[in-house]
């Protein structure tokens, strides 16, 4: 697959559902020098996509080379089936969706050049309006091939993929719904959970949001996504995200346990692994073991993050995550940065020579 060229005739792509993921991958391909068309349910939004220039034109494309089903995970089947399925559409066009759950829409789809796909991207922005470009970028997308796929179709589409910037995750349908189970879908019902427990317990006492400091609000982010997606996921992955949940459940009754014996021993070393488990998740890229950790204590002042970021400019060390950790105790956080680890010396020589203090861990 080539690149669009200068004077040469345009990619084409069609984008089913021009919501955040939908449109995000049509700014994608359109700043790559693709023709993108949408089509969406609500001609409102699909309208919308085109006046804000989102799409270059509204409706469907029969030339299109590929086509992202990004619709509701009930109907993505359905949906690339049909279009599949029609005649004046040309003979190698290669389809794939975007659904959080895979085994029954690869199953239902059932053709040589439909891949089931994920982008594991998103954003607590919700809607068009959210969409964007840079989505994509360190991103895993899961494709998950199966025995009747078209090497030819995946071999396309694991290239648009990866020139949107995102890292192919190859998996069985299976496989993948049983992981995210545990990574994605688990977390978020988790985390919609204690929302609603906090503000419940505000209803009592007013002042109970109030504490909610950064851990909080980190661990209950993913709560503020779009709701309506989640029905259809809960309906489509049931057993994997049941499996997981008993797990949780007996984990946590084991917790209680300990709490309630004061078993700090158990406590602590439960806490110990988490942190080492958590410090060692890899920060999008593929080789965490090559990473190392940088904290930094920082004050809770304008410029600070401004300052640090440009002493790795200048040193020309690239950052491949970085999270804010404030304190709940004081106008100061703990600065943390992910780096190359040939390059972790260097950064931690840099920020001390200008006052600050830092520690640096390989991850392993």
């Given at each position: 697959?080539?690149?669009?060229?200068?004077?040469?005739?345009?990619?084409?792509?069609?984008?089913?559902?021009?919501?955040?993921?939908?449109?995000?991958?049509?700014?994608?391909?359109?700043?790559?020098?693709?023709?993108?068309?949408?089509?969406?349910?609500?001609?409102?939004?699909?309208?919308?996509?085109?006046?804000?220039?989102?799409?270059?034109?509204?409706?469907?494309?029969?030339?299109?080379?590929?086509?992202?089903?990004?619709?509701?995970?009930?109907?993505a089947a359905e949906v690339a089936r049909h279009v599949l399925g029609e005649k004046n559409r040309r003979d190698d066009v290669v389809v794939t969706d975007v659904s959080g759950v895979k085994t029954a829409i690869v199953a239902e789809a059932d053709h040589p050049r439909f891949i089931g796909g994920h982008p594991m991207a998103g954003s607590e922005q919700i809607g068009l309006h959210g969409a964007d470009p840079d989505l994509f970028e360190g991103a895993v997308w899961v494709l998950t091939p199966t025995a009747v796929t078209d090497l030819g179709a995946f071999d396309r589409l694991k290239g648009v993929v990866m020139s949107l910037g995102a890292d192919v995750l190859v998996l069985s349908p299976s496989d993948h719904d049983r992981l995210v189970a545990v990574v994605s879908h688990v977390p978020h019902l988790v985390a919609a959970t204690l929302m609603n427990a906090a503000s419940a317990g505000a209803e009592q006492d007013g002042t109970l949001l109030r504490l909610a400091a950064g851990g909080f609000r980190d661990m209950t982010r993913v709560a503020a996504g779009h709701p309506g997606i989640w029905p259809d996921i809960c309906a489509e992955n049931a057993s994997p995200i049941v499996d997981a949940l008993d797990a949780l459940l007996?984990?946590?009754?084991?917790?209680?346990?300990?709490?309630?014996?004061?078993?700090?021993?158990?406590?602590?070393?439960?806490?110990?692994?988490?942190?080492?488990?958590?410090?060692?998740?890899?920060?999008?890229?593929?080789?965490?073991?090559?990473?190392?950790?940088?904290?930094?204590?920082?004050?809770?002042?304008?410029?600070?993050?401004?300052?640090?970021?440009?002493?790795?400019?200048?040193?020309?060390?690239?950052?491949?995550?970085?999270?804010?950790?404030?304190?709940?105790?004081?106008?100061?956080?703990?600065?943390?940065?992910?780096?190359?680890?040939?390059?972790?010396?260097?950064?931690?020589?840099?920020?001390?020579?200008?006052?600050?203090?830092?520690?640096?861990?390989?991850?392993?």
């Open positions: 697959m080539t690149s669009p060229t200068e004077g040469g005739p345009r990619r084409r792509a069609l984008v089913v559902g021009t919501g955040l993921i939908g449109g995000s991958i049509a700014l994608g391909l359109r700043r790559r020098g693709w023709h993108v068309s949408g089509l969406d349910s609500d001609e409102e939004r699909q309208h919308q996509a085109l006046e804000n220039g989102v799409i270059d034109a509204a409706g469907d494309d029969p030339e299109a080379e590929i086509v992202f089903v990004a619709t509701p995970a009930t109907s007996s984990d946590l009754s084991a917790m209680r346990d300990r709490v309630a014996t004061h078993d700090r021993a158990g406590v602590l070393g439960v806490l110990q692994k988490a942190s080492a488990a958590r410090r060692n998740l890899p920060a999008r890229v593929v080789r965490p073991e090559h990473l190392a950790e940088l904290r930094i204590p920082v004050p809770d002042r304008a410029g600070v993050l401004a300052e640090i970021t440009s002493l790795a400019a200048d040193a020309g060390i690239g950052i491949y995550d970085i999270e804010i950790a404030h304190s709940a105790e004081g106008p100061r956080g703990v600065l943390i940065l992910v780096v190359d680890g040939a390059d972790a010396g260097a950064l931690t020589a840099a920020v001390e020579v200008h006052g600050y203090r830092c520690r640096a861990e390989h991850l392993s």
